[in-house]
């Protein structure tokens, strides 16, 4: 199921207006879709989501690394490398697309999925557009009250960003135990 809309509700959630599946050999393939708007240059935000100082405070303790040209290497380090892929596209300030993998990932995916940022000026908001591609079931988490899944984990980490950027203030959560 891919949400390609999404309606903020006056409690400050977000509902999937929009709802489909795409399938690949048999298999469903799945495809997460957000955007969030934060009061900021795209210059801000990509510095933000490219140096570790940052990615360290926001992006659930992780650094990222990378040399940041077209087929190099991207790691996300807490530690040691827990995700990494290869940059298959990049215009500084405006859009990263790189594979993912997880080192952890026990599925039997036939190819890295793809991580897509995009970056649009709206005067003195940018528009920040997130898809993940190439999902399989099991990286969704059909609880909504954990930040477990791709579908939880993205809106968190994009809503910290901007917690981040607009305040330099973060999320106050405990990780250690779901929220339900």
């Not at 807490?78 to 997880?102: A, C, M, Q, Y």
């Not at 990932?105 to 190819?111: A, I, L, P, V």
């Not at 995009?118 to 399989?136: I, Q």
Request: glycine content about 6%.
């Amino acid at each position: 199921m891919i949400c390609s809309s999404f309606f903020l509700h006056s409690e400050g959630f977000f509902r999937c207006l929009s709802k489909k599946y795409i399938y690949k050999g048999g298999n469903k393939v799945r495809t997460f879709h957000y955007d969030i708007y934060i009061a900021a240059s795209p210059d801000k935000i990509w510095e933000a989501w490219t140096k570790s100082e940052h990615t360290e405070r926001y992006f659930f303790g992780t650094a990222i690394r990378s040399d940041w040209n077209i087929g190099s290497s991207i790691e996300y380090l807490r530690g040691e490398v827990t995700d990494f892929g290869e940059i298959i596209e990049l215009i500084p300030n405006r859009k990263l697309v790189h594979s993912w993998s997880n080192t952890s990932d026990t599925s039997d995916r036939e190819e890295p999925t793809v991580v897509s940022l995009t970056l649009t000026s709206m005067g003195d908001v940018t528009k920040v557009t997130l898809d993940h591609e190439k999902l399989l079931s099991a990286d969704y988490e059909e609880n909504p009250y954990t930040f477990r899944g791709y579908n939880n984990g993205w809106p968190f980490i994009l809503s910290n960003l901007k917690s981040y950027i607009e305040t330099d203030n973060l999320l106050e959560v405990d990780f250690s135990e779901d929220v339900s």
